[in-house]
């Protein structure tokens, strides 16, 4: 799949837009959503595309970062009630090195996400979410991480803002977890279909696996 690059200013805004998140504020109490408790993330990769010049990183290492990350930030949560995240890295950009101000390639990741009614046995959001992730802007990617940071620091980097912007669209629809809804959705039958496919993983607390989004096309840049 061929991607079209973005202009210069379109990537530094949207680089700048993502420079508040991460683990930073890891250490203060998380916003409330509503009755939740992550049970099970399972996060595959086995597909994902490199976005123009890159480091490489394995699937593996995508999982392990990524689990990571999110475990820390939703973990905080101790709801009641349990659901599971499906996420698939789409595809990813580790910066090379380049040259400061004239080559300063940026870091990026894409994944799908959806999120798991333990109970209800059904995904919660209507339609997988994709998001565009970017390392931010700060003295040390202003001139390119390539330059200034391992490629282990660059995945932890947008491993942790991808779990920051996961963290705030659950926010942003706190409605999903409202008693109201979760009785709704328990009227329901139990998802079938290629989106409610089981992924070969072990099995979460309650016995049920969420499902992992198919790659959604990657946006161009």
């Known amino acids: 799949m061929k991607l079209l690059p973005l202009s210069v200013p379109a990537l530094a805004l949207a680089a700048l837009l993502s420079g508040c998140g991460g683990a930073d504020d890891l250490s203060k109490p998380p916003v409330p959503f509503g009755d939740f408790r992550l049970g099970y993330d399972i996060v595959v990769a086995d597909k994902a595309e490199t976005v123009g010049p890159s480091r490489k990183a394995t699937p593996e290492e995508w999982k392990a970062a990524l689990k990571t990350a999110i475990d820390a930030r939703l973990g905080r949560y101790q709801?009641?009630?349990?659901?599971?995240?499906?996420?698939?890295?789409?595809?990813?950009?580790?910066?090379?090195?380049?040259?400061?101000?004239?080559?300063?390639?940026?870091?990026v990741l894409v994944i799908s996400v959806d999120v798991w009614d333990d109970t209800a046995q059904r995904t919660v959001n209507a339609e997988t979410r994709q998001f565009k992730v970017?390392?931010?802007?700060?003295?040390?990617?202003?001139?390119?991480?390539?330059?200034?940071?391992?490629?282990?620091?660059?995945?932890?980097?947008?491993?942790?803002?991808?779990?920051?912007?996961?963290?705030?669209?659950?926010?942003?629809?706190?409605?999903?977890?409202?008693?109201?809804?979760?009785?709704?959705?328990?009227?329901?039958?139990?998802?079938?279909?290629?989106?409610?496919?089981?992924?070969?993983?072990?099995?979460?607390p309650s016995g049920a696996t969420p499902p992992v989004p198919a790659p959604a096309p990657v946006p161009a840049k």
């Open 79 to 107: 709801g009641d009630k349990l659901y599971h995240l499906g996420v698939a890295v789409n595809a990813y950009a580790l910066a090379i090195p380049g040259i400061p101000v004239v080559i300063s390639p940026k870091s």
């Open 134 to 204: 970017w390392e931010g802007v700060n003295g040390a990617t202003i001139i390119g991480s390539g330059l200034t940071k391992t490629r282990e620091e660059q995945m932890q980097t947008l491993a942790e803002n991808a779990a920051w912007q996961i963290n705030n669209w659950l926010i942003e629809n706190k409605a999903w977890f409202t008693p109201e809804a979760v009785a709704i959705r328990a009227t329901l039958p139990p998802m079938a279909g290629p989106n409610a496919a089981q992924p070969a993983a072990p099995k979460p």
